[in-house]
């Protein structure tokens, strides 16, 4: 094949142009994505909206919103994530029948349609409704666009490019914000514009993503798998290069797909979201554990405080005590400071690794928060003291205490949680277990926006209606950020248990990390110590790119002057049992 048919890229460009140009399609998903994320923030402070969906009402003195329906309020928010939920699911399962590029385009229209239903919403029913449709198309465009980024991508570089990525995705949220607070100066901020338009906005990159992705190249491995071999073959060329090394470079690669397609082509009946889920038909593979690994990562990384922090961070720069306009351009410039940060993992990521990053960010984090709460604490006392020069000085350092936790989340635990299924999953599940991590974040987020207004709830009506006594919904708002703080501390022994390394381990060698009978870390590095020291050939058939260990059966697979040997894995466990 001399090029592909039509007019594709791939055709006029090659290795590092190409790459970029596939980068660039990539990242008005993940803006689409981060700016989806931001934009309730400010619709959920619009007068306008407010009335119109029935859940509270403006102060027409302090023109703060006053949340009577706190369960409504987080409904409308997290109902998204259960489209995503669904969505994502559904994503990893049509990119792996008809291709990632007809999968990008589906997961387009679907937000696309989601989007001009919640512009137009009359009622919260509406609204509610034309949520859920976006979350599916957010969810499928999640699952299947970092799949398609790395299938295209070379392995030595997707660590750092998944952290260029949310870079980009927190632009999204700056863009959010930003348009949003300067819509609020319009007609007072009283206008139906102030909340339609930024939700009508989101639709531009989405409708230049799907009439742009057509003119893009397939994954090659996808191609592969679907015995598309020519069209890989000319697709690999032109992203790795055709002449001297570059080409036998890709000629490589191109046979080391073939080699694990066939090896993977008995085991497509047990790859199912089910069998995954239980690890079913998966031997020494230990799928199911990897799941569960991945969907509780995404999870954790919301309860740490970053869903509570990128929603209702005006609220809580009012609880510092802080004025509503004041409130809103300091959480601005917080995410502009989040944003920037996440610069910091693309050099450090690749270094320390993945388990040091969430170890010091996680630290970092909770003392922040604990910190956060408890200059929140007294800045709400002493409002309603009437101390203002005490509440101000309180609520600066509250203030500087969430710019240094989304900083620091943003040089963290942002990336990890997004990375880690890209690199722990077997090739051949790679598009699902990237889903199964989308579902995780799902539950995640709208476990906790849902939660939200209620936690904060408390401390929002204190500060509006400034009474002395404290009831039992405020006790819960004041303490909300020392339950974040809590759930960074619980979760550094997690990671330290149970979340093995991949930094610079090649996916091959992943299947020997996860080798282990047990789901401690120790046992896994034990494991995968001794597998290499006992058949030392083991590491370097891994950096050929082959597959070493069969799924069914456990085995260890090698390649040596073109012989195939098998050794079978033992675990000690096994060892101990044995006669």
């Not at 034309?130 to 666009?145: C, D, H, K, P, S």
């Not at 497509?268 to 690890?279: D, T, V």
């Not at 990897?290 to 509570?308: H, K, M, P, T």
């Not at 610079?504 to 001794?530: I, K, Y």
Request: include cysteine.
């Amino acid at each position: 094949m001399e090029r592909l048919p039509g007019f594709n890229v791939a055709n006029f460009l090659e290795k590092r142009q190409l790459l970029i140009a596939i980068n660039c399609i990539a990242a008005l998903s993940i803006f689409f994505f981060g700016y989806d994320q931001g934009m309730m923030g400010g619709v959920n402070n619009a007068k306008d909206y407010i009335d119109l969906m029935g859940f509270g009402y403006v102060d027409p003195v302090t023109e703060e919103p006053i949340i009577t329906d706190s369960l409504l309020q987080g409904g409308i928010v997290s109902v998204y994530y259960l489209g995503t939920l669904f969505g994502c699911l559904g994503g990893g399962w049509v990119g792996d029948k008809v291709g990632r590029i007809k999968t990008i385009a589906l997961g387009a229209v679907w937000a696309i349609v989601g989007a001009t239903l919640q512009c137009s919403a009359m009622n919260h029913n509406w609204m509610i409704c034309a949520r859920a449709v976006n979350g599916i198309g957010t969810g499928i465009l999640n699952a299947i666009v970092p799949v398609w980024a790395t299938e295209t991508a070379e392995h030595t570089s997707r660590g750092q490019f998944i952290a260029i990525e949310f870079t980009l995705n927190i632009f999204g949220v700056v863009v959010a914000y930003w348009l949003e607070f300067g819509l609020s100066f319009i007609d007072n901020g009283n206008s139906e514009i102030r909340w339609r338009f930024p939700i009508a906005f989101q639709i531009i990159p989405l409708l230049v993503l799907l009439g742009a992705v057509w003119f893009f190249p397939e994954s090659p491995r996808w191609l592969v798998k679907e015995n598309r071999v020519e069209e890989a073959r000319f697709i690999l060329h032109r992203l790795r290069g055709s002449t001297g090394d570059d080409l036998l470079r890709a000629n490589s690669e191109l046979h080391d797909i073939s080699n694990i397609v066939a090896l993977e082509s008995k085991e497509s009946n047990k790859n199912s979201y089910l069998h995954m889920l239980f690890g079913i038909g998966s031997g020494e593979l230990h799928t199911g554990r990897r799941v569960q690994l991945v969907v509780w990562l995404q999870i954790i990384q919301e309860w740490v405080g970053i869903a509570g922090v990128t929603i209702y961070a005006p609220t809580i720069f009012r609880i510092a005590g802080f004025d509503t306009y004041k409130s809103q351009w300091i959480s601005g410039l917080n995410n502009i400071f989040y944003m920037f940060a996440t610069l910091i993992c693309v050099f450090t990521l690749d270094k320390i690794g993945r388990r040091w990053t969430l170890y010091w960010g996680a630290m970092g984090q909770g003392i922040a928060m604990f910190l956060a709460g408890a200059f929140s604490k007294l800045g709400q006392d002493a409002t309603a003291d009437g101390d203002i020069s005490k509440a101000n000085s309180f609520g600066a350092a509250a203030a500087s205490f969430v710019f240094i936790f989304t900083s620091v989340f943003g040089a963290t635990w942002l990336t990890v949680p997004w990375l880690y299924p890209a690199e722990i999953f077997p090739l051949q599940v790679r598009a699902k277990g990237n889903a199964w991590g989308v579902v995780g974040w799902s539950i995640g987020n709208g476990w906790l926006t849902l939660l939200c207004p209620v936690m904060f709830s408390g401390m929002s009506t204190l500060i509006s209606l400034t009474v002395i006594s404290l009831t039992d919904d405020t006790a819960i708002g004041s303490t909300t950020l020392h339950i974040f703080g809590a759930c960074n501390i619980v979760a550094i022994p997690v990671v330290w248990a149970l979340y093995p390394e991949s930094n610079q381990r090649t996916l091959e060698e992943m299947d020997l990390l996860f080798a282990a009978p047990t789901p401690w870390v120790w046992d896994a590095e034990r494991t995968f110590a001794r597998l290499k020291a006992e058949q030392p050939e083991l590491v370097q058939a891994a950096k050929r790119g082959e597959h070493v260990v069969d799924p069914e059966a456990g085995f260890v697979t090698t390649t040596s002057h073109g012989k195939t040997q098998e050794n079978a894995i033992h675990t000690e466990s096994e060892e101990n049992t044995s006669p």
